[in-house]
């Protein structure tokens, strides 16, 4: 792969890591810098809000419309109703018609929010697969399109072995997205002029199976890109934590809490996650990220900053910097921003252990034990000593308790 991409789109995406795989990679930069290139990504409805394993695909197709090109939003209307088996172990959950559009309905806000829409040459284009592929044919769609494609073909990729290596059963309804997939590239091809299909590096195959027919019928020269998928120091997916998916939908997860993700992410991290999720120059952020000991703590609060900044706009910024520094003081304090749980009086006394696991602050009741042995679990500021300590009624004193697990994660309980 060319390390020296000269094009201004290919060679911010390849600076900041969001370049992982690609076909003809050299041809594809020379396009870059002599036409105004339309390209998309796909987004299956399988959940009413994305999450923030997301933000890498939408991140790529911001930088695509800055640099004066045409993103285009694919909603998988139609394909989620079948549901990707890439690298999954399992076969995913039916959704019906309903439950598919109340999915769209979630997560169609948030590209708002990172795009601009319109009629112009570099504008984002919204699309839905459900108004091409419900209405497809199956004898004709087979006859005219699934002659292009071999299963032999079709078995190499990584996607399908992994699932068929471990003995888990692969429906033939799984089998069929790919082909619906690679319909999708050809379509947007043949109805917006599209040239180039990006994703997850997990989505490879499903990329190229979708360059290969596009490229037969049309007879023209199609690509696909792949970013890497986003981890942590430790391996695993950004954004996996004891409470959950890190959902992008404020409803779901509120701009204080989505603020606090960022600012507690593992220091290892923060160069590369400035550079993926934030538009700060690369100069900028080489200094961040070399700086040691607490002082690293001031780049976390940028790119909290910058990160809810460009999903949630700066004016939630000022509440959330209040909360943050005032957490525990209950006068005066901006508390509206935290995570919250609701707990009804009919439930009080309750133990203290429940709430932390029932809230998410805790995966279990051991780890509240070890928690609170090691004075990590708090109630208003005042360590937890009893494991089996009881919430009760006088604790809410104005209708709130203030709950944490040490100094990062905190819960408003709220007395209906």
Same mark, same amino acid.
């Given at each position: 792969?060319?390390?020296?991409?000269?094009?201004?789109?290919?060679?911010?995406?390849?600076?900041?890591?969001?370049?992982?795989?690609?076909?003809?990679?050299?041809?594809?930069?020379?396009?870059?810098?002599?036409?105004?290139?339309?390209?998309?990504?796909?987004?299956?409805?399988?959940?009413?809000?994305?999450?923030?394993?997301?933000?890498?695909?939408?991140?790529?197709?911001?930088?695509?419309?800055?640099? +004066?090109?045409?993103?285009?939003?694919?909603?998988?209307?139609?394909?989620?109703?079948?549901?990707?088996?890439? =690298?999954?172990?399992?076969?995913?959950?039916?959704?019906?018609?309903?439950?598919?559009?109340?999915?769209?309905?979630?997560?169609?806000?948030?590209? %708002?929010?990172?795009?601009? =829409? +319109?009629?112009?040459?570099?504008?984002?284009?919204?699309?839905?697969?459900?108004?091409?592929?419900?209405?497809?044919?199956?004898?004709?769609?087979? @006859?005219?399109?699934?002659?292009?494609?071999?299963?032999?073909? *079709?078995?190499?990729?990584?996607?399908?072995?992994?699932?068929?290596?471990?003995?888990?059963?692969?429906?033939?309804?799984?089998?069929?997205?790919?082909?619906?997939?690679?319909?999708?590239?050809?379509?947007?091809?043949?109805?917006?002029?599209?040239?180039?299909?990006?994703?997850?590096?997990?989505?490879? /195959?499903?990329?190229?199976?979708?360059?290969?027919?596009?490229?037969?019928?049309? %007879?023209?020269?199609?690509?696909?890109?792949?970013?890497?998928?986003?981890?942590?120091?430790?391996?695993?997916?950004?954004?996996?934590?004891?409470?959950?998916?890190?959902?992008? #939908?404020?409803? *779901?997860?509120?701009?204080?809490?989505?603020?606090?993700?960022? @600012?507690?992410? #593992?220091?290892?991290?923060? +160069?590369?996650?400035?550079?993926?999720?934030?538009?700060?120059?690369?100069?900028?952020?080489?200094?961040?990220?070399?700086?040691?000991?607490?002082?690293?703590?001031?780049?976390?609060?940028?790119?909290?900053?910058?990160?809810?900044?460009?999903?949630? /706009?700066?004016?939630?910024?000022?509440?959330?910097?209040?909360?943050?520094?005032?957490?525990?003081?209950?006068?005066?304090?901006?508390?509206?921003?935290?995570?919250?749980?609701?707990?009804?009086?009919?439930?009080?006394?309750?133990?203290? #252990?429940?709430?932390?696991?029932?809230?998410?602050?805790?995966?279990?009741?051991?780890? =509240?034990?070890?928690?609170?042995?090691?004075?990590?679990?708090?109630?208003?500021?005042?360590?937890?000593?009893?494991?089996?300590?009881?919430?009760?009624?006088?604790?809410?004193? #104005?209708?709130?308790?203030?709950?944490?697990?040490?100094?990062?994660?905190?819960?408003?309980?709220?007395?209906?």
């Amino acid at each position: 792969m060319s390390s020296s991409l000269k094009s201004e789109f290919l060679h911010i995406l390849q600076e900041r890591g969001f370049v992982y795989q690609a076909t003809d990679l050299e041809q594809l930069d020379a396009l870059f810098q002599k036409e105004t290139v339309t390209g998309y990504t796909g987004f299956d409805a399988t959940a009413k809000s994305l999450q923030v394993g997301n933000l890498s695909a939408l991140m790529v197709l911001r930088w695509m419309q800055k640099c +004066g090109h045409r993103p285009i939003v694919l909603i998988g209307g139609g394909t989620s109703r079948i549901g990707d088996p890439s =690298f999954r172990q399992s076969e995913r959950p039916l959704m019906t018609l309903q439950q598919v559009q109340e999915n769209i309905d979630g997560i169609s806000k948030v590209f %708002q929010k990172v795009l601009t =829409f +319109g009629q112009g040459p570099s504008d984002a284009l919204f699309v839905n697969n459900a108004d091409w592929l419900l209405s497809l044919g199956y004898i004709e769609f087979l @006859r005219d399109y699934g002659r292009h494609f071999t299963v032999n073909r *079709m078995l190499s990729f990584d996607s399908v072995k992994t699932r068929l290596d471990k003995d888990e059963p692969l429906s033939f309804l799984e089998f069929n997205y790919m082909l619906l997939q690679a319909y999708d590239f050809y379509h947007l091809h043949k109805e917006f002029g599209c040239i180039l299909q990006m994703g997850g590096s997990d989505q490879w /195959g499903n990329i190229v199976n979708g360059v290969e027919l596009t490229r037969k019928l049309s %007879q023209k020269a199609v690509f696909g890109l792949t970013s890497p998928l986003v981890t942590d120091a430790s391996g695993r997916k950004l954004g996996k934590s004891v409470d959950g998916a890190i959902w992008l #939908d404020p409803d *779901m997860r509120s701009p204080y809490d989505y603020w606090q993700f960022w @600012r507690n992410v #593992d220091d290892r991290d923060v +160069g590369k996650l400035l550079r993926r999720f934030t538009e700060l120059p690369l100069d900028e952020i080489a200094k961040l990220e070399a700086l040691q000991g607490a002082e690293i703590n001031e780049a976390k609060k940028i790119l909290a900053d910058e990160a809810t900044t460009l999903l949630h /706009g700066r004016d939630v910024l000022d509440s959330i910097h209040s909360t943050a520094s005032s957490v525990f003081s209950k006068e005066g304090a901006d508390l509206s921003n935290l995570p919250t749980f609701d707990l009804a009086p009919s439930r009080l006394p309750i133990a203290l #252990d429940d709430v932390f696991v029932e809230s998410g602050l805790c995966a279990s009741k051991g780890e =509240f034990k070890r928690l609170v042995a090691g004075g990590g679990a708090k109630i208003d500021g005042l360590p937890i000593s009893d494991p089996k300590q009881l919430l009760t009624e006088e604790a809410f004193s #104005d209708q709130k308790v203030i709950l944490s697990v040490g100094k990062k994660n905190f819960l408003k309980v709220n007395l209906l």
